[in-house]
């Protein structure tokens, strides 16, 4: 099994609790599961990464657990609980990378109670559920190292990539927040509800998704109201410095391009498109899809984003061309995706691929029949229906004469 899982670029995780792989480079797919424990309570909500080589997985299920899958081994080595099935489903799992910075200072994981030093860089794990607990984990430790409540109906929790004790959280009427965890007391920013529409009623509030934009403090949310917002929390203004709106069906994820300066979102209807995120314009879709999005992935250095969700499939979009570099049927319906950042060769695989559909479809039109042919075949008699004809003709013409 390790040498399946060696070969795969790209991880998704189903309703069904499989974890699947594919190798876009051999166009292949691959379940890593034990067929006696599968069950809807394993299900995978939430992937990530548990070290920065990306040799092991993280995966987040229904039932509370977190658990390993080691890609060299193509195993699952561990598990751990890290909440309650009662307490909703995972709506964010991190694990936090400490550059340089001691336990509990700036940049480094918290420190632990009493000020005894924390996990090492890479050692600290953040789960949050949707009934809004943010838990912080230390080690291989059964209880969490701290807690925090972030408020109800939590859709998404992510951290900051410069800055690792940021962590952003939003939700349905549960705006967009900023929590330092070496503070954990009070947010160290909070978003203001949006200005009353022209009717002077209340908009509603629903972050379904954020991010936070490469090399800044900026954040990115889509909502389920088809709005797109960027926040600045180094600014007074607590409301979005950029408001765009993409569609009339609800946003359910987004990911961030290499490059900057866009963002790929996608609706419940399966409308995927890119959004420039200086001026709020759509930049163009990417089509091809037939069911709701629930999850999006870009490489980390190449135009390339993976979405998954209702309709089964895996689809590797390039972001350039906007076509559909890759497809693959998984049979179960995805909830989260994750792209490795090594590179995908898709050029001669591809070519490969689009020559054998040509012959077999050619194959195929050279054994059906024509309409021309098919319509002589239907109107031609033979010589015994021929005669049989020319005998009714004659009789009559011989009933009209006796007439």
Known sequence: MGDRSRLCSVW??????????????????????????????????????????????????????????????GAFTGARRCGDPGEGCFSGLELLEGPGGEPGGPGGPPAGPGGEPGLSPGGTLLTCG????????????????AEIRVGT?????RSSPVQTSLVATGGKENGLKVWDLQKPETPVFSAKNLRDDFLDLRRPYWVRDLAFLPGSDKLVTCTGHHQVHVFDPATPQRRPVLEAEFGEFPLTALALPAGGGTVVVGNTRGDLALLDLR???????????????????????????????????????????????????????????????????????QAEVTVKEED??????????????????????????????????????KRKKDA
């Open 12 to 73: 998704l995780g189903s309703e069904t609790g499989i974890l699947k792989g594919v190798s876009l480079s051999r166009k292949q797919a691959f379940n890593f599961c034990n067929p006696a424990e599968l069950s809807r309570a394993g299900e995978v909500r939430q992937l990530c990464w548990a070290d920065p080589a990306q040799s092991e997985l993280l995966l987040g299920c229904v039932d509370g657990t977190v658990r390993t899958f080691s890609l060299e081994k």
């Open 130 to 145: 949707e009934n809004g607990l943010l838990r912080v984990w230390r080690g291989e430790t059964e209880t969490p190292q």
């Open 153 to 157: 109906n939590v859709c998404r929790m």
């Open 279 to 349: 001026k709020g314009l759509v930049r163009g879709a990417l089509k091809g899809l037939a069911g709701g999005v629930r999850a999006l992935s870009c490489h980390a250095s190449r135009p390339l984003v993976a979405s998954c969700g209702l309709d089964r499939f895996l689809r590797v979009h390039s972001l350039q061309t906007r076509e559909v570099l890759h497809k693959v049927y998984l049979k179960s319906r995805l909830n989260c995706v994750l792209m490795a950042s090594r590179d995908h060769p898709e050029g001669e695989e």
């Open 360 to 397: 077999e479809q050619d194959e195929v039109w050279d054994t059906m029949e024509t309409v021309g042919d098919a319509k002589r075949k239907t109107t031609t008699t033979t010589p015994e229906e021929e005669g049989g004809e020319e005998t009714e003709r004659k009789s009559k013409k």
